[in-house]
C-alpha cells in the first residue's frame, strides 16, 4: 500500500477550504485505518511529510502530525497504533483549547473573526448559551467563511457574513475579534491575508483580540520557517502582539 497515491490522502492535499484542525482530524483518521509496521511504514510516512510540505506548506499542524506518528512507529509502533495514541492526545488539548476560548467568547459575546477555524467554529457554538452574536468575513476567494457561517447557523449560532473589506465599518459595534492560526512562531503566526490588518485596527479601537490554537501548530524552531513564509497571498505572517490573549494548551504523554 501506498500512503500517498490513496484517494483520501490526495484529497487532502488538494483541499483548499477547510483548515488546519480540519485536515489534521481527517489525516489522523485516514492514518489510523492502515496496517503498515516497521521500516516500510516510516518510508511511507516520510513521502507523505514532502507532500504535505509542498501542498500546505502554511498549515504546520499536518506535518507536525506525521512526524509524531513517524516517531512512535520508528520506536516499534504499528502505523495505525501510533496515530491513534498522538490523535488521542491531540484531541485531548484541542477539548482544552476550545473550552478556554469558549470562557473568553461568553466573557465578550459580540465577536468577529476572519477564515474558517475549527477551534473559533467549536468554541463559538459552545458558549452559544451566553447569546453570542458571530460577524464572519466572508473570506475571499475560496469564501471559506461562508462555510463557517452555514455551520455555525446550522449549530444554532446568529451569525452575520460581512463582505472582507467592510469589517471597520461594523468593528466599533464588536467585543472579540477572535481568529485562528494556520503556524504559530516565537513572535508571530500565519492566518489568512487580512488578519494582521483585522487585529491591528481592532487593537486601536480598542476591541479585545484573541488567537487561539492547538499545540500542532507550533513550529519547533524560535520562528516561522522559510516554507511558512514565502506562499501565496492567501496567507500572512501576523505579530502575536496584535492578540491581546493567546489560547493554546500541551499535548500531555
Given amino acids: 500500500m501506498e500512503l500517498a497515491k490513496h484517494p483520501t490522502f490526495p484529497s487532502i492535499l488538494a483541499d483548499r477550504t477547510h483548515g488546519a484542525s480540519v485536515l489534521t482530524q481527517r489525516l489522523f483518521g485516514f492514518l489510523q485505518e492502515t496496517n503498515l509496521e516497521g521500516g516500510q511504514a516510516a518510508d511511507e510516512l516520510e513521502v507523505c511529510r514532502e507532500a504535505v510540505q509542498r501542498a500546505h506548506p502554511a ?56 477564515s474558517h477555524s475549527g477551534i473559533v467554529r467549536d468554541a463559538l457554538i459552545a458558549a ?17 467563511g461562508l462555510e463557517l457561517a452555514r455551520e455555525l447557523a446550522d449549530a444554532g449560532v446568529h451569525c452575520t457574513v460581512y463582505a472582507d473589506a467592510a469589517f471597520a465599518e461594523f468593528l466599533p459595534q464588536m467585543e472579540l475579534v477572535l481568529v485562528g492560526a494556520d503556524a504559530v512562531g516565537e513572535k508571530a503566526f500565519v492566518n489568512k491575508t487580512g488578519t494582521r490588518v483585522l487585529l491591528a485596527i481592532a487593537q486601536e479601537v480598542g476591541v479585545k483580540t484573541a488567537v487561539a490554537y492547538d499545540p500542532l501548530k507550533l513550529v519547533a524552531s524560535a520562528g516561522l520557517p522559510a516554507r511558512t513564509t514565502v506562499v501565496s497571498q492567501l496567507f500572512e505572517e501576523i505579530p502575536l502582539a496584535l492578540a491581546d490573549v493567546v489560547i493554546t494548551a500541551e499535548m500531555g504523554d
Wanted: some cysteine.
Fill in 128 to 144: 452559544k448559551d451566553a447569546d453570542v452574536v458571530a460577524w464572519v468575513g466572508e473570506g475571499l476567494p475560496g469564501c471559506e
Fill in 59 to 114: 498549515i504546520v499542524a499536518l506535518d507536525n502530525a506525521l512526524a509524531l506518528v513517524l516517531e512512535r512507529v520508528r520506536n516499534g509502533a504499528a502505523m495505525g497504533e501510533a496515530a491513534g495514541t498522538v490523535a488521542r492526545r491531540w484531541s485531548k488539548a484541542v477539548e482544552e483549547v476550545v473550552a478556554r476560548t469558549a470562557e473568553l467568547v461568553r466573557e465578550y459575546p459580540r465577536v468577529m473573526t476572519i
